[in-house]
Structures are given as C-alpha cells and as structure tokens.
Nanobody
C-alpha cells in the first residue's frame, strides 16, 4: 500500500503562485509515476501533470496537460519521497480540488494523464484563484 498526502493549497489572486506537495509513504518502490489531477465541481477529473519516479534512466521525465504547460512545473525530492507542483501565473479556471496519485509498476501505461492509470490517491487539497 502507498499513502499520499497533499498539502499547499490555498486561495490566491489571478497571476499568483502556489506550490503543492505530495508526500508518499509505504510501499513507494512499487510505483513509478506520480501525477497531479484536478477536479472542479461538476467537471471530470483532469490530468494536470505526471512525473516518472522509477529507477530507469528517464527518472524525472515529466509530461504536462495542455492547459498548464508553461505555467506549472513538477519536481521531486527522492530523499523525502515528495513530488512538488509549482503553479505560476494562476488563472481563475485553475480553481479545483487537486489530487496526487501514484501508478503501480508493471501495469501497461496507455495514457499517463488518465485517472484510470492510477491506483493510489490522496485526499486532495483545494486551490482557489480569484479574479
């Protein structure tokens, strides 16, 4: 089992920044991707960004959803088992509950920003951007 805890959400004005953290514990060696998703009320869960956290040569490889590319940046601290999502130039449409999730090794990846790829989920942290 893997436990994920998000933090860092809050309320900011448009143009502001926030940094979200996703701290993982438990059997983290069984996972190889961590992703952030967001879900606004009445909307489907949307993939924001994903980072490869496994042991292959491409550790740290990232992919971003089109709506956030260029504004959001993923990074990781392996010593702390934590993935960060730096969010800059925030817009009101970024308002949502943000969740981090972990993908289990060995499962075929079809779409790395699809919620269906992920087994473990955190409880979420709210981000509110006002205009």
């Amino acid at each position: 089992q893997v436990q994920l805890v998000e933090s860092g959400g809050g309320s900011v004005q448009a143009g502001g920044s926030l940094r979200l953290s996703c701290a993982a514990s438990g059997s983290t060696a069984t996972t190889n991707y961590v992703a952030w998703f967001r879900q606004a009320p009445g909307m489907e869960r949307e993939g924001v960004a994903a980072i490869y956290t496994g042991t292959a040569a491409v550790v740290g490889g990232t992919i971003y959803g089109g709506s956030v590319e260029g504004r959001f940046t993923l990074s990781q601290d392996n010593a702390k088992n934590t993935v960060y999502l730096q969010m800059n130039s925030l817009k009101p449409e970024d308002t949502a509950m943000y969740y981090c999730a972990a993908h289990v090794k060995g499962r075929t990846v079809r779409s790395i920003l699809s919620p269906a790829e992920y087994t473990y989920w955190g409880q979420g942290t709210q981000v509110t951007v006002s205009s």
